[in-house]
């Protein structure tokens, strides 16, 4: 059995033990990253000595041609590949979506110094941290510097040697693969979060069916149409790289196995021309520190993020899409995404749904397209340069009925396949899907104010003692004060504020009693000593006058709540500033007069009892509702068609705290010291994640 076979064999066992056991160890996790780490080991390396003996042993004349033909192949593929993806969408349906709130919507963007990643200013430095563009920057200068030495050989074989050790400790690794791929499958599908496949399903899907399309059909018959190569040959020089790449999920281990299985397929074809079967070695590796293959399906994520969040990025803005992405995939992806969706005013939310992608499955498909795209560039140029490229008529006939047909099949039965589904949004369910995350004090809730009979136990002006006497801690809230105070499917009063409560009154071993209030009534209840605390309100100039505030529990980033098709609008403070025409709404806990007016004189600005009325009272006619990040994204969740939208330049934190009693300073310190131990015994930050994110903690201390 051929060692591929036993691959392909090792990888589906793994898989089927994986998703049918849900079971995993610690030891198949270090022997599949015990197999990741082997491969790597060679692979720097590996590209570095390629490159210096590849490149030092060509003549000026053939360097130069490789620099010509390489670079018109290399832009040919790339444009087929782009072109590919950008009719991805055809297959999106229309379905509704919202997220809870994402710290990555207030993260600020990542840039990256692309002298730093592609100018090897120490050399040793760039091969010690694995930044694979500089290391091949440098090893392409060496390898330009030998060219033009005349008593270059021997230090040539020396390269040649290593290379070729580097070969035989590849080789003695890959005969490994088969268990090092049975434990990472196996590792990598029993530990899956089903839950986290959610709304992923149209974009694993589409880009499955795009790489499978480029992969398995256009690319190789580009190298059969062009090329005396067979369209089999194409997948014999990649068979073991496919499958060990889509297993471990990376490129860069099976570098030096692409090019040395290119090289056998080119053997026959150069026996007048020995030194083009060095080229893979040369090509591959200078192909991986490029904008390709795999690395180009961030396109695609961007159009499937435009699509998610209710928009579509028009046909002529594509152009736009391609230099910009391209030119951003010169560096990290993990910084491009951001970067990116940023450009096209895209919810900076989703790059959180790009790294659970890249981790369940995506990574491996972009492994896949990788794979064939360097074959492809490994095999074709090298033809080029040989005068090898004819015109082949038989695999194009084959080209012209078959990725036509397959494409139309594909985006067809996949646009039919989406639109049949019945898709529920859940937004909603799951928003209000949710009990108390810690063990709830003994309460009740009151829909309005009750007349007190114990009004002698109100009259107490220390708020601790008040609260131990009557034995119960009082707390206002309010409606319509997501997700600080709303009712869940069950009708139960939950909520980060509320959760809060609970805590604080456990603490004090007391109950608790819940009594909603109209926010203006705050001052009322409290300096009367029938509230003790009232839930969050934001810290502003306006509140901080009107009432006693605590320290802040936390802290949100102002945002805009907009119509999804308008979000583009609203990308810069100062355009809305300057817009006259635009109408902006503000719930009147964030409302300051003196500061809007400042701030904003040219808007009409309405103050609103509450955010509802943005989304129900039509005849106001505002266009955005200015609002906490946090709270924003969860009315999306009730009103899926709005998003969430930070403008450029984010603007200072504002703390959410609560209303006390004035001048009880003793109940003040001891609120303000028990919100800074909760703080650092990290249970507030639970809590947000749990009821701001959507998120369960991790283990936390209460």
């Known amino acids: 059995m051929s060692q591929a076979n036993k691959i392909i064999i090792a990888m589906m066992a793994g898989l089927l033990i994986g998703f049918t056991s849900d079971y995993t160890n610690q030891l198949i996790n270090y022997i599949g990253q015990g197999f990741v780490m082997l491969l790597q080991m060679t692979a720097l390396p590996y590209i570095a000595v390629s490159l210096v003996f590849g490149i030092g042993s060509m003549t000026r004349q053939q360097a130069k041609r490789l620099v010509k033909y390489g670079t018109v192949c290399f832009l040919i593929l790339l444009l087929v590949v782009v072109g590919v993806i950008l009719l991805a969408p055809i297959a999106f349906p229309d379905w509704n979506s919202a997220a809870f709130y994402s710290a990555s919507i207030i993260r600020e963007k990542e840039t990256y110094n692309v002298l730093d990643y592609f100018l090897p200013a120490n050399p040793f430095r760039s091969l010690a941290a694995g930044t694979v563009p500089a290391v091949v920057v440098f090893s392409i200068f ?16 020396v390269f040649k040697d290593i290379r070729q050790a580097l070969i035989k400790v590849t080789n003695t690794v890959m005969k490994l693969a088969p268990y090092g791929v049975l434990a990472i499958a196996w590792d990598a599908s029993a530990s899956l979060a089903r839950e986290e496949m959610d709304g992923l399903l149209v974009y694993f899907v589409t880009t499955a069916s795009m790489v499978f399309l480029l992969t398995f059909v256009i690319l190789p018959l580009i190298v059969a149409i062009f090329t005396p190569l067979r369209f089999s040959q194409v997948f014999l020089a990649c068979r073991s790289a496919l499958i060990t790449g889509f297993a471990t999920g990376s490129i860069f281990v099976v570098i030096p196995v692409i090019a040395e299985d290119v090289k056998k397929q080119l053997i026959a074809h150069a026996k007048h021309h020995n030194s083009s079967t060095r080229l893979p070695s040369i090509i591959a590796p200078i192909s991986y520190s490029l904008p390709m293959g795999g690395k180009l399906l961030v396109l695609l994520f961007i159009l499937f993020a435009a699509w998610f969040n209710g928009e579509q990025i028009a046909l002529y803005d594509y152009p736009e899409l391609v230099v910009v992405g391209v030119l951003q995939l010169f560096g990290s992806q993990m910084v491009a995404v951001p970067n990116i969706l940023d450009s096209f005013a895209i919810s900076a939310s989703m790059f959180e749904l790009y790294v659970v992608a890249e981790q369940l499955l995506v990574s491996r498909l972009a492994a896949l397209l990788s794979v064939m795209f360097i074959t492809v560039c490994a095999m074709l140029i090298p033809m080029v340069i040989m005068h090898k490229v004819r015109f082949y008529l038989r695999p194009f006939i084959i ?77 206002g809230y309010y409606a319509d004060a997501l997700p600080y105070a709303f009712h869940n499917k069950n009708g139960e009063l939950v909520g980060l504020d509320i959760e809060i409560g609970h805590l604080l009154a456990q603490e004090l071993e007391v109950e608790i009693e819940f009594v909603r209030i109209q926010r203006n009534n705050i001052e009322t209840y409290l300096n009367q000593g029938y509230l003790d605390i009232v839930a969050s309100l934001p810290v502003t100039p306006g509140n901080l006058i009107n009432h006693n505030l605590s320290n802040p529990h936390i802290k949100e980033t102002l945002a805009l709540l907009v119509k999804d098709e308008e979000r583009s609008k609203y990308a810069n403070w100062t355009r809305i500033i300057e817009d006259s025409g635009i109408v902006l709404g503000m719930p009147e806990t964030h409302y300051y007069e003196k500061t809007v007016q400042k701030n904003m004189p040219k808007n009409t600005v309405h103050e609103l009892s509450s955010p509802r009325q943005f989304f129900i009272d039509d005849s106001l006619d505002i266009d955005a509702m200015i609002y906490g990040a946090a709270g924003a994204s969860a009315w999306t969740l009730l009103y899926p068609d709005y998003t969430v939208v930070i403008p450029e330049p984010r603007l200072p934190e504002i ?48």
């Open 399 to 475: 080209f012209i009925i078959a990725v036509p047909l397959c494409t139309s099949l594909i985006l067809a039965g996949l646009s039919f396949t989406f639109n049949s589904i019945s898709h529920q949004y859940q937004g909603y369910e799951k928003f209000i899907d949710r009990d108390l995350l810690l063990p709830a004090a003994k309460s009740q809730v009151l829909k309005t104010p009750q007349p007190d009979d114990t009004p002698d136990i109100d009259a107490i002006e220390n708020t601790l003692e008040r609260i131990t006497v009557r034995g119960k801690l009082r707390m």
């Open 655 to 702: 703390g959410m705290a609560f209303p006390l009693q004035q001048q009880d300073y003793q109940f003040e310190q001891f609120l303000n010291n028990w919100i800074a131990m909760k703080k650092n015994s990290k249970t507030i930050d639970a809590l947000f994640t749990f009821w701001i994110e959507g998120k369960q903690p991790v283990g936390f201390i209460r």
């Open 142 to 157: 060496i390898g330009i510097g030998f060219i033009s030495i005349h008593d270059k050989r021997r230090s040539l074989y």
